[in-house]
């Protein structure tokens, strides 16, 4: 595969992440006949608005970017690898930087938003790999 089919390729994926995203809407109302647009059981749970995802720069480190946001009237600051698309744009993405949550208890939300974007060259990206999905307050 050549170095431009990688580029298309990470691309394709992430416009397939930001779709799903923006597309995360649960219908209530939806019944169980062939019309469903989506496999499995009816929507009667919260559901997932977020694939986070890592990227991985051509010298193979984990790409990490710093932060510094106010969660529940207390400052955070760090770095994180963990990302939410928001928009590919040609061979650039931007994503939202998220945190793991510092509610431990609340276990069905892992990561919260710093509110904090970046951009991400594509051209400086070997590997993403895609963690689970998950709800973030947006």
């Known amino acids: 595969m050549t170095e431009s089919n990688n580029k298309c390729c990470f691309g394709k994926i992430l416009k397939l992440i930001e779709k799903l995203q923006r597309s995360c809407e649960c219908d209530q109302t939806i019944d169980n006949t062939c019309l469903k647009p989506f496999l499995g059981t009816s929507c ?39 990302f939410r698309v928001e928009k590919v744009e040609g061979c650039c993405v931007i994503v939202s930087i998220l945190i793991p949550n ?22 400086c990206v070997c590997a993403l790999k895609c963690l689970g999905d998950t709800i973030v307050d947006l």
């Open 102 to 123: 510092p509610d431990t208890e609340n276990t069905n939300r892992p990561y919260v938003t710093t509110n904090q974007t970046a951009i991400i060259n594509l051209d």
């Open 44 to 82: 009667n749970f919260e559901c997932f608005n977020t694939r986070p995802v890592t990227f991985y720069g051509c010298d193979n480190n984990l790409i990490s970017i710093d932060y510094s946001t106010v969660i529940n009237g207390e400052t955070l600051s760090g770095t994180s690898s963990i």
